[in-house]
Nanobody, 120 residues
Framework: QVQLRESGPGLVKPSQTLSLTCTVS??????????WTWIRQPPGKGLEWMGV???????DYNPSLKSRTSISRDTSKNQFSLQLSSVTPEDTAVYYC????????????WGQGTQVTVSS
């Protein structure tokens, strides 16, 4: 059974970069043919798909966030990470990582989520 856990600072200052790491256990982030996704949910709003890291190391991003988003991975640690630059209070959300299919990116297992607040 795959398990995912988000980690990183819960408070980020405006204009800084939000950085989160998802640690995966019970599965390999290089296993064919899956991908590894970041999703967020601002307070009172719906889920927003942010982007994905394919098993082969290829990222893909939500076009609305692409200019500020970077997803990377560390295969030696079985981790993938999210960086969101130039954050504003509108980036305050619960951030989730999840396992997904590589073709259509449909979501499977989720982490529990981590609250990130953007505030000075």
């Amino acid at each position: 059974q795959v398990q995912l856990r988000e980690s990183g600072p819960g408070l980020v200052k405006p204009s800084q970069t939000l950085s989160l790491t998802c640690t995966v256990s019970g599965d390999s982030i290089t296993a064919s043919y899956y991908s590894w996704t970041w999703i967020r949910q601002p307070p009172g709003k719906g889920l927003e798909w942010m982007g994905v890291m394919s098993y082969d190391g290829t990222p893909d991003y939500n076009p609305s966030l692409k200019s500020r988003t970077s997803i990377s991975r560390d295969t030696s640690k079985n981790q993938f990470s999210l960086q969101l630059s130039s954050v504003t209070p509108e980036d305050t959300a619960v951030y989730y990582c999840a396992k997904s299919s590589d073709y259509m990116y449909d979501l499977h297992s989720w982490g529990q989520g981590t609250q990130v607040t953007v505030s000075s």
